[in-house]
Nanobody, 122 residues
Framework: QLVESGGGSVQVGDSLRLSCEGS????????VGWFRQAPGKEREFVAGISRAGTKRDFGVPLKGRSTISRDNSKNTVYLEIKWLKPEDTAVYYC?????????????????WGQGTQVTVSS
């Protein structure tokens, strides 16, 4: 099970840290990705991290404005977003999959959280 938190309503230029907590499985066996979906748009990849945290990948939307990290002792992955823009408004989802070394982090996930809403206003 994956549970996201940390969303909310913020202003343009603010920063936000989203959390994704996993339970029920050995969290360190799983690569984790963050995706987002805005109203009327398709879901898009924003960031992913390997199971040990040694590999990261970022999608176009938040490249250069985000960091992804994980604390396996807390079964949690974090996504920090800086300089938020109105177009960052979306539901943010985390997802997990069992991975091996070198696995693609931008797709192939089979477990998803319920999402957390992020709303950026000017």
């Amino acid at each position: 099970q994956l549970v996201e938190s940390g969303g909310g309503s913020v202003q343009v230029g603010d920063s936000l840290r989203l959390s994704c907590e996993g339970s029920g499985r050995t969290f360190s066996d799983y690569g984790v990705g963050w995706f987002r979906q805005a109203p009327g748009k398709e879901r898009e990849f924003v960031a992913g991290i390997s199971r040990a945290g040694t590999k990261r990948d970022f999608g176009v939307p938040l490249k250069g404005r985000s960091t992804i990290s994980r604390d396996n002792s807390k079964n949690t992955v974090y996504l920090e977003i800086k300089w938020l823009k109105p177009e960052d408004t979306a539901v943010y989802y985390c997802a997990a999959k069992v991975t091996v070394t070198g696995a693609v982090l931008s797709s192939g996930y089979d477990a998803w959280g319920q999402g957390t809403q992020v709303t950026v206003s000017s």
